[in-house]
């Protein structure tokens, strides 16, 4: 890796840290309390129909994010997401009513499309050497954002500003870094643009049944964390009991849970092949989402919020991403648009849906589609040596 590059992709990481506020502000549940109030909503469960609306964003967007950030470069598809996200920040701070946000959040999912498949490629070019280290890198400044939220809301209340200043303020920064973007070297691959459309690299692609796999665990990995992330707090406060006042907390154990897999992972990787923590770590999360339904107590949301930060927040979909990435090295941003497309349709259908179910029942929905999971990584696992093999005898 060339050092010149470093500032390079410290911009590109800290965009993540901003990413980390904007996508958790909604899931908070001082914030959705406060918006629903201000929208006149008599239920808080209802604003996660909003932070669906990222995943709306992401669907429209992604399918020619990919195919602009191989063709124009990854510093342009970075600074479009910058300026999109910005008018997210504001306009969810600044949001009279449902409408305004809907098209705020949905800006803010198209914000996300353009950053991941300019930032995903571009890290891993500057990183040829440990993609998979570089692409859970992304995750890291996430959930150290994610860590410090509870601060973060914290500092707004005690200097009794409304919890809105937060976006606003996280939008002024991601302003400031998409400046620095602009005169930030870049490796000469993320400059050089190709001319391939999307459909012409969908056809050109040879996909597999383990191919496929993959990408629809972008779908059900994101399910795991943002279900939770999402209402595990109400969960927490109407069924298990804990307080108004601490079940902010479940936030710092389930972004502690994912700082620790992020590091114990990335060492992990270097010894033993990514695609096997696709089995481990959502098997992992199925047992404790399971735990957290039977037991149903302040200790076991604690505990849940680590365990399901730590396996199912903890870089899954960042690994097979990566992994794609490596079977797919010619496409590299129409693939991780393929995968993000399910991702982002997970988060705008399962969002959507738990919306309007009780907080047990999302809980329960989050179980059987992590399940299924596990099903899919066992298949790619299964098939994983022969499809490498057809990789290396297609270059």
């Not at 209802?46 to 709306?56: D, F, S, Y």
């Not at 076991?300 to 680590?306: E, H, K, L, Q």
């Not at 066992?378 to 990789?391: P, Q």
């Amino acid at each position: 890796m060339n050092k010149k590059y470093l500032p390079s992709a410290l911009i590109l990481y800290l965009n993540y840290f901003i990413h980390g506020i904007g996508c958790s502000i909604l899931s908070q549940q001082v914030v959705k309390e406060m918006l629903a109030d201000q929208w006149g909503m008599n239920d808080a469960m209802k604003v996660t129909a909003i932070a669906a609306a990222l995943g709306l964003g992401r669907l429209i967007s992604l399918p020619f994010a990919g195919p602009l950030s191989d063709k124009l470069g990854r510093r342009i598809s970075v600074l479009i997401g910058v300026a999109s996200y910005v008018i997210f920040f504001v306009g969810i701070a600044f949001s009279p009513n449902v409408q305004v946000a809907y098209v705020a959040a949905v800006l803010g999912g198209i914000a996300n499309s353009f950053l991941d498949t300019a930032t995903y490629p571009a890290v891993a070019e500057i990183m040829y050497k440990y993609t998979g280290i570089a692409t859970m890198g992304i995750k890291l400044f996430i959930s150290v954002a994610q860590l410090l939220m509870p601060f973060f809301l914290g500092l707004v209340a005690g200097t009794s500003m409304s919890y809105l200043t937060l976006p606003l303020v996280a939008g002024i920064i991601i302003a400031v870094l998409g400046v620095l973007a602009i005169f930030a070297p870049l490796p000469a691959e993320s400059e050089s643009g190709k001319s391939e459309s999307f459909i012409s690299n969908l056809k050109n692609a040879n996909f597999s049944l383990e191919s496929v796999a993959l990408i629809l665990i972008g779908f059900t990995s994101t399910a795991t964390f943002q279900l939770w992330l999402n209402c595990a707090q109400t969960f927490g406060k109407e069924i298990a009991g804990i307080p108004s006042e601490s079940v902010s907390v479940m936030q710092t154990y389930y972004s502690a849970g994912t700082l620790v897999a992020l590091f114990v992972t990335s060492i992990l990787i270097t010894k033993f092949k990514q695609v096997r923590f696709l089995v481990i770590y959502p098997a992992i999360a199925t047992i404790m989402l399971v735990l957290v339904h039977l037991i149903k107590t302040p200790a076991i949301c604690y505990i849940g919020a680590f365990v399901i930060g730590y396996a199912a927040a903890g870089g899954v979909l960042q690994m097979a991403t990566a992994t794609v990435n490596e079977l797919f090295p010619k496409i590299k941003g129409t693939i991780t648009s393929l995968v993000m497309i399910a991702s982002s349709l997970c988060n705008y259908t399962i969002l959507s849906a738990a919306a309007n179910m009780s907080a047990t029942g999302v809980l329960m929905m989050n179980i059987v589609i992590t399940v299924i999971g596990v099903l899919l990584a066992v298949f790619v696992n299964a098939r994983y040596g022969k499809l490498v093999s057809k990789t290396e005898l297609a270059k």
